[in-house]
């Protein structure tokens, strides 16, 4: 496994690989969630290319870019044993040189919402980065966590505004044996917190049971029974609760039968914003 740091030895080590090349994009600290992308990589590509980089610019000034975990030998032990072929983790510089004023950004519904509403830049410092990336690596796919459903729906749709040819690839969030997605922002927890977390994916199964078990339609009836469920957990501060088109991400009155919804939370217990969120498909009749 070669590591490099700096974009020139990046751009060498992607001219010599041949075949299909997957990238799997990550801010470090990985846990089973990151490995899962690995491993599809793996078996579907002829190379995997990762890359580590807690990327400043998709952090809010008041938020937790100083403090978010970072152990890359840990990471990269982890990744050599998943037969990762090249492990790209630059220094912020070589990333966002002096002067940098390429942004990449994805207009519209897709982004003003949710997560784009929450942390104003955040998702134009992924979309940046993420293109950055593309570029660099020139992978034939990438694979993301459904996870972060906002930002896999709109690195596909930067990737296909920017015409990079790349297949963006969305894979299903990994638990805890609990039910909490896992996370690497999960470290910040306490005991207590870690407890009062189960209350997101308590939430999501709530809205499951309406949908596909009781037969409920009404989004905004599943909207209010998950707030009351989530405000019934003292610690627990909700940003958004969200029953959206799963596609254009926009808000919907009824859960159609046949596309369903996707419902999405974030929620902040104590200092901790945590995101999650549940496919709800209507049972056939
Ligand atoms: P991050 O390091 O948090 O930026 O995440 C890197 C990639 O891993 C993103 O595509 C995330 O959506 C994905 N990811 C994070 N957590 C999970 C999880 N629990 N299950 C699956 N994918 C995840």
């Keep these: 496994m070669n590591v490099v740091e700096t974009v020139a030895e990046m751009e060498a080590e992607r001219g010599r690989l041949e075949g299909r090349v997957g990238l799997v994009p990550t801010m470090g600290a990985l846990h089973e969630g990151h490995l899962s992308l690995v491993r599809a990589?793996?078996?579907e590509c002829d190379h995997v290319v990762v890359s580590v980089f807690v990327n400043p610019t998709q952090f809010g000034p008041k938020e937790d870019f100083a403090a978010y975990p970072r152990d890359l030998d840990r990471d990269?032990?982890?990744l050599e044993a998943e037969g990762v072929d090249v492990v790209f983790a630059p220094p912020p510089e070589e990333v966002y040189p002096p002067g940098f004023d390429e942004w990449v950004e994805v207009s519209g519904p897709l982004t003003e919402r949710l997560e784009g509403e929450f942390r104003p830049g955040h998702?134009?410092?992924v979309t940046t980065v993420v293109a950055r990336l593309f570029r660099i690596v020139r992978p034939q796919r990438a694979y993301?966590?459904?996870k972060d459903a906002q930002q896999l729906r709109v690195v596909r749709r930067m990737a296909e505004e920017q015409r990079l040819p790349?297949?963006?690839i969305g894979l299903p969030t990994v638990r805890e044996p609990d039910g909490l997605a896992m996370s690497s922002r999960?470290?910040?927890l306490s005991?207590?917190?870690r407890q009062a977390a189960l209350v997101l994916p308590r939430a999501l199964a709530l809205a499951r049971r309406m949908v596909e078990a009781e037969g409920v339609r009404d989004a905004a009836a599943v909207r209010r029974a998950v707030e009351e469920l989530l405000r019934g957990e003292p610690r627990a501060r909700i940003d958004y609760v969200s029953v959206s088109d799963s596609e254009t991400l926009e808000e919907l009155t009824e859960i159609d039968s046949a596309s369903g919804g996707l419902l999405l939370l974030a929620v902040r217990i104590g200092g901790t914003r945590l995101i999650d969120n549940a496919m709800?498909?209507?049972r056939s009749r």
């Design 280 to 282: 709800l498909t209507p």
């Design 76 to 78: 990269l032990r982890l």
């Design 166 to 168: 790349v297949e963006v």
């Design 144 to 146: 993301f966590g459904e």
């Design 191 to 193: 005991p207590e917190e």
């Design 41 to 43: 990589a793996r078996a």
């Design 186 to 188: 999960n470290a910040y």
């Design 123 to 125: 998702l134009r410092g």
